[in-house]
């Protein structure tokens, strides 16, 4: 089973199977739980209220969810006032693709993600609770600041670009070589525990 098709915990404890998706040769998207037709704004709203699915081609029966959920992000990103990815992100992430370094992306970007999906949740709580109390602005910035010195560092570290004039930074080493790799994984490890601390910290204020 492939990583877009896993199977979700209902309330019960019971794992409830993916929604199953069929895309059809005229690009329609059928729904089989509702037995319905739906569109990409049906699977985008689907998304956010994190309802698992998982789009089969109704030829081949080919997994294709992830060219789905990619063409959803399209489609966002062309309505006005959506965007959410900087036109920096997309350039080096694409320069990513084809990079010795190209698979520890995906790891690492689905970490941030999860991060700063925690870090959302967390807000929200604040804003719940200062209604008992005194509106957190502080605590409010601080996490904002952090969740974005995040994608900040995720990028910095796995971008393919030079710095600056050319050149690479003082702390590169040179790609492919056991030391790029250890320092690299170095940097990993060392993020990871601050993104942990910060969680700790946030968690016990």
């Known amino acids: 089973m492939s990583e877009s098709s896993s199977a979700t915990s209902s309330p019960s404890g019971a794992e409830t199977p993916p929604i199953v998706i069929k895309k059809y040769a005229n690009r329609r998207l059928y729904n089989t739980a509702t037995s319905s037709y739906v569109t990409l704004d049906d699977l985008s709203r689907m998304v956010k209220q994190r309802a698992d699915f998982v789009v089969y081609d109704a030829k081949t029966g080919e997994d294709i969810t992830r060219a789905v959920l990619t063409q959803i992000i399209v489609e966002e990103e ?17 320069g990513l693709y084809g990079d010795s370094m190209q698979w520890l992306v995906p790891r690492y970007l ?23 109390g005194l509106f957190p ?8 600041k952090q969740n974005l010195a995040l994608f900040e560092q995720t990028m910095k570290m796995f971008s393919p670009f030079p710095t600056s004039g050319g050149e690479k930074s003082k702390d590169a080493a040179e790609p492919g070589s056991e030391a790029s790799l250890s320092e690299l994984r170095k940097r990993i490890n060392d993020l990871q525990q601050q993104i942990n601390d910060y969680g700790k910290k946030e968690k016990n204020d």
């Open 78 to 94: 062309q309505k006005g006032g959506q965007n959410l990815l900087p036109i920096s992100f997309l350039r080096q992430l694409i």
């Open 110 to 132: 689905d970490h941030a993600m999860s991060t700063f999906a925690r870090n959302q949740e967390q807000m929200r709580k604040s804003l719940q609770d200062a209604f008992g």
């Open 137 to 144: 602005f502080g605590s409010l910035e601080q996490m904002g």
